[in-house]
C-alpha cells in the first residue's frame, strides 16, 4: 500500500488492466481478431489453435489488409480506422471500433501481425509481453496473419484462473460459430492441434449456413414468421431466423444464437419473450434451438456498454421483445402440436356451495377475507375448525355471498379396480398437479421417455427398511396414492416414489454399468460444441460403459451402459454433453458421472402424474419403498408422502371428547 495519494498510472500497468477486461480468455482473443477480419472484408478466415488457444492462435484472412505505415499505430492503445469522431459513436456500423484489441492481447503475449494490401509488399511487426518491434518486409498473400503464443504466460496468477484446455475449445467453437451464422458469404475453417473442427464453406443463403452448422437438426427448424399486424407496428426492428418446433428441445439454453445487426451476443434478455412465444407448447424445463437475426437501425443499438461487446443496449427493448414474442406464437400457429399438460396450474377448485342461513362472523373469517382482499395473489390457509354447521365455506375461507372467482379447472375422477375406491370429483379431464419452477427444472428430462411400469423392473436386494405394511386403497387424481398404514393414511407422491426406486435401482446396481454392444453401431448426430464436450470426457464416458468410434469426426456409439434403456441413447448423450459445461462443475468424477447418468434414467422412467396405475402396481410401489434407504425423499429432496393421523382426523372432525 502507498501513502494515500493518487499516482497516475504507468503504461505498463495500465495496459494490463485494460487486458483483464478485454482479454478474458483464449476464446476472447479469437473472437476480437475474427471480428478485426470480417470488419476487413475478408471472405476466408482460417483459425488454427494449440492447446486450447493457450499455446498458440493464428487467424489468417484475405481481407483488404493494413497498410505498412500504420502496423506500429495499429498496436498503440484507442487506435483505430473504424472512428474518426464522438458522433460516429451513435451509428456503429463495424463490429471493432475501441482500437484495444491488439494492444490488450499483446501485452499478455508473444505476438505477431503479418499484412499485405492489395498492389503492395507484405511486412509484419511483432508485440512481446507489451514491448514493440519493428516493422519488417515479407512475403505473403493479400490478407492479414495475426500469430498468438504462450498466451498469459507472463501472468501466473491469471493463467491460474483459466479453464481447462479442452473446455476452453468448446469456448472456441462457439465464437466461431456464432460469427459464422451473422456471415454466410464467408467461410470459416476451425483447426485445433492439427484436426479440423469446422469447415464451413461460405455461400448466399442462411438456411444453407445452418446446415453447414447445425447439419441435420436445421431440418427440424421452421423459419421464423412475423405477423402480418406487425407491418403497421411503429418501428423498423425486424426479425428473421429459424426456431426448432416445440418436440426439438435441449436440457440448456447453449443452443439459442441472437445476432444483432450482424453481431452475436448473448442469448439471456431473450430467453424469457422466446419462451412466452413458445407459452405452454415447450415442455417445462427445456429450451428451443433457435438462430435469431434482428435488424434495427444502428443509432437503436449502443454497443458500447460492455468491454467484450457481448452485451448491447436497445432503444426500443420492449417494443423487440414484443415482436420476437408475436413472431415465435404466430409461426407455431402452422406447428401441429398438442400443448404440455404440466403446464398448467389449475390451483384449488371452489366447493360447490348450497343456500345457507346467516353467517356467523369470526375473528379469523374478517382476517381471512381481509387478507384475500388486499393481496389477492396471497391465498390465506383455510381454519380448521371455523364456526358452526350452518355456515359453509369455500376453500378460500369465504362465505358464499363473496363473489366467485373464475372457475378453475377440475380435478379428474380417479378409478380403482374396486368400485368402492373411487373417489368422485366433478368431471372427468386430466390435470396435471403443478410445480414449481425449480421443480419443473429438476424435471425437465422427464417427458422423453416412456414410463416403464414398475411391474416390469427387476427386483430390488432384500428389505432394508423396518416399514409396516402398507395397503393401497385408491388413486386421486391418477397422480396420488391413498394408503393405509396402520393408524395413518398416507398420501405418496406416485412420480416421486417411482423416481427414487429406479435412481436406487439403477445407481447402485452393477450390472447397470456394464457394457451393451451394438450390433450395428448408432451414428450421433453432433454440433461442434457437443463433440468437443465429448473428447473433454471421453474416459469418463468410457468408464461408465460407453465406447465410440470417431472417424473424420463422423461419431458412433459402439456400447452403451446397460442403465439406458429404450431407443433415446441419443437423446440421454446430448443432454450428459449439454450438462458438462465448464462453468457448473456438476460432473468431476465417474462417481458423479454415475449419479448424472441414473439421475436422468430415474427422470425418464418414472411414472408420471396424471398416469393410473393398476391396484398392483401401486403395491409393487409399496414393496419396493421397504427396499431403498431413504423411500420419503426424492432425488430431488422433496418429500414423497404426506401422512395423515387418525387422531389429527378426529379431532379436525370433533370426535375427540
Not at 430390488?460 to 416399514?467: K, Q, R, S
Request: proline share 7%; charged share 25%; with cysteine.
Amino acid at each position: 500500500m502507498g501513502n494515500g495519494r493518487i499516482l497516475q498510472l504507468d503504461d505498463d500497468t495500465i495496459g494490463h488492466i485494460a487486458a483483464g477486461e478485454v482479454v478474458e480468455r483464449p476464446a476472447q482473443v479469437i473472437k476480437e481478431l475474427l471480428e478485426n477480419s470480417i470488419d476487413a472484408q475478408s471472405t476466408s478466415v482460417v483459425v488454427n489453435i494449440q492447446n486450447g488457444g493457450f499455446s498458440s492462435i493464428e487467424v489468417i484472412d484475405n481481407g483488404k489488409g493494413i497498410h505498412h505505415d500504420d502496423l506500429k499505430i495499429a498496436f498503440q492503445r484507442h487506435a483505430t480506422s473504424k472512428l474518426q469522431q464522438q458522433s460516429d459513436l451513435e451509428e456503429i456500423f463495424s463490429l471493432g471500433f475501441r482500437g484495444e484489441a491488439l494492444a490488450s492481447i499483446g501485452i499478455v503475449s508473444e505476438m505477431e501481425l503479418s499484412s499485405r494490401r492489395e498492389g503492395s509488399d507484405g511486412f509484419s511487426i511483432s508485440m512481446k509481453y507489451g514491448d514493440l518491434g519493428e516493422v519488417e518486409q515479407c512475403g505473403m498473400p493479400v490478407g492479414t496473419n495475426v500469430s498468438v503464443r504462450d498466451l498469459f504466460s507472463n501472468t501466473p496468477a491469471r493463467l491460474a484462473f483459466q479453464k481447462r484446455p479442452q473446455s476452453e475449445v468448446a469456448k472456441i467453437i462457439d465464437a466461431v460459430v456464432g460469427h459464422a451464422l451473422a456471415n454466410p458469404t464467408i467461410a470459416f475453417v476451425l483447426n485445433s492441434d492439427g484436426r479440423t473442427l469446422l469447415n464451413i464453406p461460405k455461400n448466399e443463403d442462411d438456411r444453407d449456413r445452418l446446415y453447414d452448422i447445425l447439419g441435420a437438426q436445421a431440418a427440424e427448424m421452421v423459419e421464423l414468421l412475423s405477423p402480418p399486424e406487425d407491418d403497421s407496428v411503429p418501428g423498423f426492428e425486424k426479425w428473421r431466423g429459424y426456431i426448432s418446433t416445440p418436440e426439438t428441445t435441449r436440457g440448456k439454453g447453449d443452443e439459442i444464437h441472437i445476432l444483432v445487426n450482424g453481431r452475436p451476443i448473448a442469448s439471456t434478455p431473450f430467453l424469457n419473450s422466446i419462451r412466452k412465444g413458445y407459452k405452454t407448447r415447450l415442455m417445462q424445463g427445456r429450451h428451443p434451438i433457435a438462430v435469431l437475426y434482428l435488424e434495427c437501425p444502428p443509432k437503436d443499438v449502443d454497443v458500447n456498454v460492455h468491454p467484450t461487446k457481448r452485451e448491447v443496449r436497445l432503444r426500443h427493448s420492449w417494443r423487440i421483445l414484443e415482436r420476437l414474442e408475436r413472431a415465435i406464437a404466430h409461426t407455431l400457429l402452422a406447428i401441429p402440436t398438442l400443448p404440455d399438460a404440466s403446464a398448467s396450474l389449475p390451483g384449488l377448485d371452489y366447493i360447490v356451495q348450497q343456500p345457507k342461513p346467516s353467517p356467523v362472523t369470526s375473528p379469523q373469517l374478517v382476517q381471512d377475507e381481509q387478507t384475500h382482499s388486499s393481496t389477492a395473489p396471497v391465498k390465506p390457509q383455510p381454519p380448521a375448525w371455523v364456526a358452526s354447521a350452518g355456515l359453509q365455506l369455500n376453500l378460500q375461507g369465504e362465505s358464499k355471498d363473496e363473489p366467485e372467482p373464475a372457475k378453475k379447472e377440475p380435478r379428474p375422477i380417479s378409478t380403482s379396480p374396486l368400485a368402492q375406491a373411487t373417489l368422485p370429483t366433478s368431471d372427468g379431464r386430466i390435470v396435471s398437479p403443478p410445480l414449481s419452477s425449480r421443480e419443473r427444472e429438476l424435471h425437465r428430462y422427464g417427458s422423453i421417455q416412456e414410463t416403464i411400469s414398475p411391474q416390469n423392473e427387476p427386483p430390488l436386494p432384500e428389505a432394508i427398511n423396518d416399514l409396516p405394511h402398507m395397503e393401497p386403497l385408491a388413486q386421486f387424481a391418477e397422480s396420488y396414492i391413498l394408503v393405509q398404514s396402520n393408524d395413518d393414511l398416507l398420501l405418496i407422491d406416485q412420480h416421486a416414489l417411482h423416481e427414487r426406486i429406479r435412481y436406487e435401482r439403477i445407481r447402485y446396481q452393477d450390472q447397470d454399468w456394464e457394457k451393451q454392444h451394438r450390433i450395428v453401431p448408432q451414428k450421433v448426430d453432433l454440433t461442434a460444441r457437443q463433440q468437443a464436450f465429448l473428447e473433454a470426457n471421453i474416459e469418463m464416458l468410457h468408464d461408465i460403459g460407453f465406447e465410440f468410434s470417431n472417424h473424420e469426426q463422423e461419431w458412433n456409439i459402439l456400447a452403451y451402459p446397460m442403465a439406458i434403456k429404450g431407443d433415446h441413447i441419443e437423446e440421454v448423450l446430448i443432454d450428459i454433453l449439454n450438462d458438462l459445461s465448464e462453468d457448473a462443475h456438476t460432473i468431476p468424477t465417474i462417481e458423479k458421472m454415475k449419479d448424472h447418468v441414473a439421475f436422468l434414467q430415474a427422470c425418464r422412467g418414472a411414472v408420471k402424474a396424471n398416469e393410473k396405475l393398476s391396484l398392483a402396481e401401486m403395491r409393487r410401489l409399496l414393496d419396493d419403498m421397504k427396499n431403498i434407504p431413504n423411500p420419503w425423499a426424492c432425488v430431488h429432496g422433496r418429500p414423497t408422502s404426506l401422512k395423515l393421523s387418525i387422531d389429527a382426523l378426529d379431532h379436525h372432525f370433533g370426535r375427540h371428547g
